[in-house]
Every structure is written in C-alpha cells, then in structure tokens.
C-alpha cells in the first residue's frame, strides 16, 4: 500500500485531471513570473528583431517544462513522507522502504531529465557526482553523462555566423559538419583553418542561456516551495551551487582564461596536455581551440590496445588533480571521463590531455592550507587537529565525518592510513548513522563552504575514474598525502616572528612525514610483491601437479 500512493495520488483520474492541470499552468505561470523578477532583461523588447510568437514559444515552453518538474518533486517528497511514516529510523525496514524509495525518486529525476533535457541534463549530472547524495541517485542518474541530443548544423552555423562573421570561409578551410562530441550545453565540431592548422570549435547551443536562467529559476522557486512544506528536506544549497557552477560554465572566454592559466601551472610536466586556445576566433559562445588526439580516459580496451598500464594512468590523473587542489589551488571542476583523453605518446608511453575548462573553483589561501592541514592530520590520526581544521571550515560537530568521507575511517580509528575499517568500527558507526535525519544531513551540507563542496565533487569523479581503471584506494590516498605537504612546504608562514625557526621545524617535520609516507608506500609495495609470489608460486604448483600425474 506504502508504494502505490503516489501512484493514486498522481494518477490519472478524471477527476484529479482538471486539479493536476491547474496545478501545473500555476506553476509554469510562477516560473515565468519569478523568472522575470528575477531576469527582467529576459523578454524581448519591442526592438527585437524576433517574432512574438517566438516568446510565446519559449513561454509555453517553459511552463510545460516547469510542470514537469513541481510534478516530478512534488511526487518524491510525497513518497517520501508517506512511504516513511510511522517507521523508526533505527529500524532494517526504515532503511530497507528508504532505499526503495530512493531508487523510485532517482528514476522519476532521471525521467524528467530525459525528456526536458539542456540544463535538466547537466543538474543531472551535477547530482551523480556528488558523493553526498544517496548511492541510488549516483548510480541511476550516472547514465545522464552521455545523454546529450546533437543539434542541427544549420542552427550551429547560425551560432558561428553571429559570432564570427557572415562569410566563414573567410577563417576556415572547412568545417565538419558532424558532430565528434555533444555535451548539454555545446557541440563540437573539428575544422580546419586557413594555415591548415587543425582545430576544433567548441559551439554553444543558440537560445541556451534564456533557457538555463528560467530552468534554474524554477527549480530555486520549487526547493524553496519544498522547504517551506516540509522544513527537514532542505535542497537550496544545492541549487545555488549549481547556479554558480552553470554561469562559469556559459561564458567560453572565461573558459579560454581557464585553460591559458591551467596550461602555465602544469607547462613544467610532460604528462599533463592543455589544448593550445586561438584567442582571435573565440567568443562567449565560440571556443575555438588546438586539436588533440585521444580516446576517453575510461575506455580499457583502447588503453590496453595501447599497450599503456591503466594503473599508471589513474595514478597520473590522481597526480594532476591533487597538485590543482593542494598545490595551485585552482580547480579544475568537471573532470568527468569525456573531459578527460588518453594520447599515447612514444617518448613516455602515454600522455592526459584535460578538456573543458568552463567549470573552475580559484581556492582562497586560508582554504588551501587549511585543507592541505586537514590531510596531515588524516596522515596523522590526528582527531584534535581534524576537529580543529572542522572549526576553520564552519561545519563544527559534523568534523568527526570527516575522516570517513575522505579515507574510509572513522575519527578515532586504530586502522592504518589507507586501511579500511575494523569491524568494530563498522558496528559502531552503523549505529550512529541510526541516529543521523534528513535535517541532520541538510544542516551538514548548508555549513560546508561552497569551495569544500567543489573539492568533494571534484574529489568523487577522480575516486569513481581510477577506480574504473582499477587503481587500489591507497593510491589516491598516497598521492594526495604528499601533494598536501608539498602545498603546506610551498608556502611557508612568513607572518612568524621566528621566520627561519619556523621554517626549520617545517622541514623537519615535513621530512618526517615524507619518511612515514615512504615507509606505507614500501609496505604496501611489499604486501602487493608477496601477493603476486604466491600467485606465482600457485601457479607452478598446479603446473608440477599436472605433470606428476602425466607421467
């Protein structure tokens, strides 16, 4: 009975038909209202050159596609009020009924997303890579990633035409037609310029940004139409966050800015390609840049074609994103495996060349450190540090969490670095989660600062990536361990009245971490050789048996 009452609810009853029709051309009427409060330059002026039934078009389109999104969440949260109540939390059926309907409200968001597409796409996605969110909803809304719809040619040139010129031969010897890669907010296509240089120009799809601003519009309308019905399942921060992130994302000279100053932080590494920007033929709306060959970072069979190790792969892109992180502070936000190719090359065997640079996150200095301070004291166990480190990014009582969200240990964990949990540990945890809500989980993800929840982001697709390419957690962990002191080395405390003391005992204690950190990598090696021996010795027995019995 608990899951079919949204079904009855939301079904298809004559009767509810006339109340569901009004419910929906509300709520398109409000998102258009509130999109002009909002965006009031939006509509267009009587000097616009484009026919009124063109915002007509775009207004019905708006409302239907804002309908369908009060219906979809207006569905889940019910099913999750309904399906949940009068069970106790601490109880398997809780948690049973909850992962149940976490699958439910996943496949409806994911419907929805499908059908409105654009922006819908890219929350989609924005909301898979997040590590906060339930695993149903990463799992059923991973298959957003390439989902994009091509667009027409013919509207493509109109968007090159109106940003370059009329008479593009003028640039280009030519341009191919058909798409290599679509995404949900640009297409791109190869071309080839006057002096034959082969590039690829990067092509914003035409009335994006019209659409983008009254999509999330309504969604920031309905999280908080959501919160101010039910105060425990609280979504804005997310939206805001989002918002945030698709404005940087619209804008494809910020994105040029983005890549020029990525490829002067890695200019000193070999394994790490930007593609080269042609700033003259770039626009908000035109990125054209250097073209480069590779296939996608998760595609094994290429990689093992290729003869290249996909370990060693994973653990250079785990290198490339810690030094963002900890040592730059310049992140690189979207690191999903179609931003990511993998080109051989015969000096080195292989080399990464990032794309997409229209998603970046500048860390403030006191961030970094503080960061960089946080993955010490993980190295440490060091909870009186992490609690502290806790205070400086605001989230106060939730900093015991994070030991587990990052290592896969708890606070106060015996287990050594890169080591899961005993099982004790387990036991013990499972029963605090118990007592975790839903206003509990909201509380913790509105204290995060917005620059955490790009790392943890950013964090969980290079977890999910080299875990594809079957790289051991212990890997990343190492890899992040050193960067944060190479981040915290870099930039000593010039504010000290003890400038040189302090930079003595820096060194020093920095040597005694790089000594711990040696000694795990040499365990860890050690423990990985014994494996492989036995294996190996397994093997010869088994071979030593058959001929035994041959003879």
């Known amino acids: 009975m608990r899951t079919t009452f949204v079904s009855r609810v939301f079904g298809t009853s004559p009767r509810k038909k006339p109340f569901y029709l009004l419910i929906i051309s509300a709520t398109g009427a409000a998102a258009l209202t509130y999109h002009h409060t909002l965006n009031p330059h939006l509509f267009p002026s009587h000097s616009d050159r484009r ?6 078009a775009t207004s019905l389109n708006g409302a239907v596609r804002s309908s369908r999104s009060l219906y979809t969440i207006t569905a889940n949260v019910v099913d999750y009020k309904y399906s949940l ?10 948690r049973r009924i909850l992962s149940e309907v976490h699958l439910r409200s996943a496949k409806r968001i994911l419907k929805l997303c499908e059908i409105n597409q654009g922006f819908y796409i890219k929350a989609g996605q924005f909301v898979a890579s997040m590590r906060q969110v339930p695993k149903e909803y990463s799992s059923t809304l991973a ?46 296509h190869r071309a080839l310029l006057k002096n034959h240089q082969e590039v690829v120009l990067k092509v914003q799809y035409p009335g994006l940004k019209n659409r983008m601003r009254m999509d999330i519009a309504t969604m920031s309308l309905l999280s908080k139409c959501v919160t101010w019905f ?3 399942y609280r979504f804005q921060w997310m939206v805001s966050e989002f ?65 290249i190790d996909p370990k060693k792969v994973a653990k250079v892109l785990v290198e490339a994103f810690a030094e963002m992180i900890f040592v730059h502070g310049f ?40 960061y960089c301070q946080l993955w010490k004291a993980l190295i440490l166990l060091d909870s009186h540090k992490i609690q502290q480190v806790g205070q400086h990014f ?14 896969g240990r708890t606070i106060n964990s015996k287990a050594g670095f890169g080591k899961g949990m005993s099982v004790e540990e387990k036991t013990n945890l499972k029963q605090e989660v118990k007592s975790l809500t839903a206003g509990n989980i909201s509380e913790f993800m509105e204290s995060l600062p917005s620059q955490f929840l790009t790392v943890l982001r950013t964090d969980a697709l290079i977890r999910s990536l080299t875990s594809k390419l079957g790289s051991p957690p212990r890997v990343r962990l190492l890899v992040y361990a050193n960067f944060a002191l ?59 048996n058959r001929l035994i019995i041959l003879e």
């Open 486 to 544: 190479d981040g915290l080395s870099s930039k000593p405390n010039l504010h000290s009245d003890f400038v040189v003391w302090t930079r003595i005992m820096s060194r020093i204690n920095h040597l005694q971490l790089r000594l711990l950190l040696g000694v795990l990598r040499l365990l860890y090696w050690l423990g990985d050789t014994r494996q492989a021996l036995m294996s190996w010795l397994k093997q010869v027995t088994f071979l030593m």
């Open 230 to 232: 039910f105060p425990e």
């Open 85 to 94: 109540q009068g069970l106790s939390p601490d109880t398997d059926e809780y």
């Open 394 to 407: 605001g989230i106060g009582k939730y900093a015991k969490y994070l030991p587990l969200i990052f290592t």
């Open 331 to 370: 992140v690189h936000g979207d690191p999903h495996p179609g931003n990511i190719l993998v080109s051989p090359d015969e000096k080195q065997g292989f080399c990464l060349v990032v794309l997409d640079h229209g998603i970046y996150t500048s860390l403030d200095e006191e961030f970094r450190v503080n």
């Open 143 to 188: 298959s957003l990633q390439d989902q994009a719809v091509p667009c027409s040619f013919e509207a493509i040139k109109e968007v090159l035409i109106s940003n370059l010129g009329s008479d593009l031969k003028e640039i280009f010897l030519s341009i191919d037609e058909k798409p290599i890669a679509a995404a949900s907010i640009a297409q791109v």
């Open 243 to 307: 918002s945030e992130v698709i404005a940087l994302e619209l804008d494809f000279i910020q994105e040029a800015r983005n890549s020029v100053k990525t490829a002067m932080n890695f200019k000193h590494s070999s394994r790490i390609r930007i593609p080269k920007v042609f700033q003259e033929i770039t626009t908000s709306q035109v990125l054209t840049m250097q073209y480069c060959k590779g296939r996608r970072v998760d595609d094994l069979e290429f990689i093992q074609e290729m003869g």
């Open 51 to 56: 026919s009124p039934l063109y915002y007509i």
